[in-house]
């Protein structure tokens, strides 16, 4: 059973850069596809984007596209959310999760969620 923790939330201002890791134990993710989503206070968690196994392939939600980049570092199986332009909106509880199928996946792809990280974005 692999565990996963996410880190590198925090209280950043609009316009800014955050990196979110989501590191990995238990079992090796290399090979795994991984995905991030997040969730807002009284909303639906939203599918961000995910990173195949290898990372040479990526896919993302519209409406984060130009603004988030996931990669990953298989050697120190970790994978990343590189997000800039922040907005307030952007404020929401972020996880990543392992999943089955890297392009245009379905929620029940996923699986072995980690606890999630908080991300703030002030105005």
């Known amino acids: 059973q692999v565990q996963l923790v996410e880190s590198g939330g925090g209280l950043v201002q609009a316009g800014g850069s955050l990196r979110l890791s989501c590191a990995a134990s238990g079992r090796t993710i290399g090979g795994f596809v991984m995905g991030w989503f997040r969730q807002a206070p009284g909303k639906e968690r939203e599918f961000l984007g995910t990173?195949?196994?290898?990372?040479?392939?990526?896919y993302y939600a519209e409406s984060v596209k130009d603004r988030f980049t996931i990669s990953r570092d298989n050697a120190k199986n970790t994978v990343y959310l590189r997000m800039s332009s922040l907005k307030p909106e952007d404020t929401a509880v972020y996880y990543c999760a392992v999943g089955s199928r890297w392009y245009n996946p379905r929620p029940t792809d996923f699986g072995s969620w980690g606890q999630g990280t908080q991300v703030t974005v002030s105005s």
């Open positions: 990173i195949s196994g290898s990372g040479s392939n990526t």
